[in-house]
């Protein structure tokens, strides 16, 4: 059963998890400003960038296809085989040590503005949500209401479109894997010859679902590992979202005695002598009028102080926080950086006729009357760090080769002495991981005189993006074989744009234990 109203959040427990467990389901209220719109228009160029990336060819393939069963990574255009998986090494790190310095830097910008979880969140479900059941007021009420069958409608809508969003975003996601003609494919065909990936589609569907229609704001809260390691990332130098304090508070007004009701049925707010009414808020924001019932009863002053801060205690900067906190109590772990309080607060002022920036992005040194120092020792250690990280990446990414190829002994005994010679026989397996048909010479180098190669006399040729495994034998005469020795194996295409270098060995007897035998069949 939804709880009809928020309790006053405090920065000691969660507002959205009673005491006994049980969830306290948010209705945060619409906001509107300038950080709105541009997060907003930032996440639709994100979900178009996410949704796109398997429409996208680069070098004949999707921008990004992660194709598992044929262990090839196609990244932007670039084509990793298994055997390069280790380069992933910078991506991860480079991944984690960017995260670390921007956090350091910017706080929580990644949660706010381009954390899928948020974007698909805020930007496609919460608008479906709107568009059905309302305002949060009347979302709220609609919880509340009986069931009706205006209900069941809204509600049977509602989570059709959730299912579809879900689906949609997880058939996209499987294209990242299998390619969007084979996603087509599966969908075309019956479940039963795709029972793997019906399996997939219909378990991701059913857990994007629950995450978006239900568990929402929790994922940031329990589970998402980031929100508790950016204490350990952020320092006061930090750029967070903050309220003002020393500008704000005392917050309420003088001489004041109206509760949330009278000021909201107010017909003139601004001839009572109040600098501010919560029912110009509702007008503010383009939420209806009984927007303003959906505030909290919670922390109005009946009586202010003779001089008080900026601060009207309206608060708006709760209602529409997706987390439930009250942001004027301090830095939280909830706050996912949505600037949702930010532009709610600056409607305040400006109807008040106050500078805006009660609550805005600054450090936690500035709202205590400092100065934000950018340079300081720990974004300088990300920084060089991730310079360094991303130095590596890329001299790691130019070192990448068209083809690759390995020299493996063949099983058994190492080396083979009959009469005439000694032989060693090899395995080489070469790997085409261009979009064509390549064709391989093979040489083998710093060997000593009279070594004979048998196999690779001529080109081979492996097709786009694949492998072959050829056998290579080498052979010395008895006569001039002076023992063990290395030797470079070198596989170049015929047309000679690359050419690639193994060392191996060739193993053989001690040559004076061939010499005795020698002399005793004399
Ligand atoms: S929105 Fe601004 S004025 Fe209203 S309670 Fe929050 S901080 Fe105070
Ligand atoms: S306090 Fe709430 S509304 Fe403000 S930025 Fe954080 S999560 Fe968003």
């Known amino acids: 059963m939804p709880t009809p109203f928020l309790e006053q959040p405090t920065p000691n427990s969660l507002t959205t998890i009673q005491s006994d467990g049980s969830r306290t389901f948010l209705y945060p209220a619409d906001s509107k400003g300038p950080f709105t719109r541009a997060r907003r ?7 178009a960038f996410y949704l796109s990336l398997p429409w996208i060819k680069l070098n004949g393939y999707p921008a990004v296809f992660l194709d598992i069963a044929e262990r090839r990574f196609h990244l932007f255009g670039v084509t990793l085989a298994a055997q390069d998986l280790w380069l992933m090494f ?12 921007v956090t350091a830097l910017l706080g929580r910008v990644w949660c706010g503005w381009a954390c899928p979880h948020t974007v698909f969140l805020d930007h496609v479900y919460r608008r479906i949500e709107r568009l059905i059941e309302g305002d949060a007021v009347k979302r709220r009420a609609l919880d509340v209401a009986p069931w009706s069958g205006a209900k069941m409608a809204k509600r049977a809508v509602k989570h059709a479109l959730y299912l579809i969003a879900s689906a949609i975003i997880t058939h996209l996601f499987l294209a990242y894997f299998v390619s969007l003609p084979e996603v087509w494919a599966m969908v075309s065909a019956a479940p039963r010859e795709h029972w793997g990936a019906f399996g997939f589609i219909l378990v991701a569907t059913g857990i994007l679902y629950f995450n978006f229609a239900w568990f929402r704001e929790q994922l940031c809260i329990v589970i998402c590992p980031y929100g508790r390691i950016q204490s350990a990332l952020i320092d006061d130098h930090s750029l967070v979202i903050g309220y003002d304090a020393i500008r704000g508070e005392p917050r309420g007004k003088p001489h004041r005695a109206a509760t949330v009701a009278e000021l909201s049925n107010d017909p003139s707010p601004r001839k009572t002598g109040l600098p501010f009414v919560l029912s110009s808020v509702g007008s503010a924001t383009a939420e209806s009028s009984t927007e303003v019932e959906a505030v909290p009863k919670v922390g109005l002053p009946t009586a202010g102080p003779a001089k008080v801060g900026d601060c009207v205690a309206c608060n708006r900067c709760v209602h529409v926080c997706p987390t439930g906190i ?19 607060c600056d409607d305040v002022m400006t ?23 950018w340079l300081r020792p720990r974004t300088f250690i990300y920084g ?13 990414l130019s070192t990448v080769r068209p083809a690759n190829f390995g020299v493996t002994r063949m099983t058994g005994s ?8 000694v032989r060693n026989q090899f395995l080489v397996r070469l790997v085409n991981k261009r979009n064509e048909p390549v064709r391989f010479v093979l040489h083998v180098k710093d060997a000593p005189a009279g070594l004979r190669k048998i196999g690779f006399d001529s080109a081979i040729e492996v097709g786009a993006l694949g492998e072959s495994v050829h056998p290579l034998v080498l052979q010395q005469l008895r006569a001039s074989y002076a023992g063990p020795f290395h030797f470079e194996v070198r596989v170049e295409d015929a047309a000679g744009t690359f050419h690639l270098e193994r060392a191996a060995e060739f193993l053989g007897p001690d040559p004076r234990l061939l010499q005795e035998e020698k002399n005793e069949r004399r």
């Open 41 to 47: 228009l930032s996440a639709y160029g994100l979900i």
């Open 90 to 101: 910078f991506l991860i790190t480079g991944l984690g040590f960017s995260l670390f310095f």
């Open 326 to 344: 009250d942001i004027r109590q301090g830095m939280q772990m909830e706050c996912v950086g949505c600037t949702a309080c930010i532009d709610a």
């Open 351 to 373: 109807r008040l006729g106050r500078p805006r920036g009660l609550i805005r992005y600054d450090s936690q040194k500035a709202f205590t009357g400092g100065r934000t120092r």
């Open 384 to 396: 060089v760090l991730l310079v360094i990280g991303a130095s590596v990446a890329i001299w790691a």
């Open 414 to 421: 190492p080396y083979i002495v009959d009469d005439t010679s």
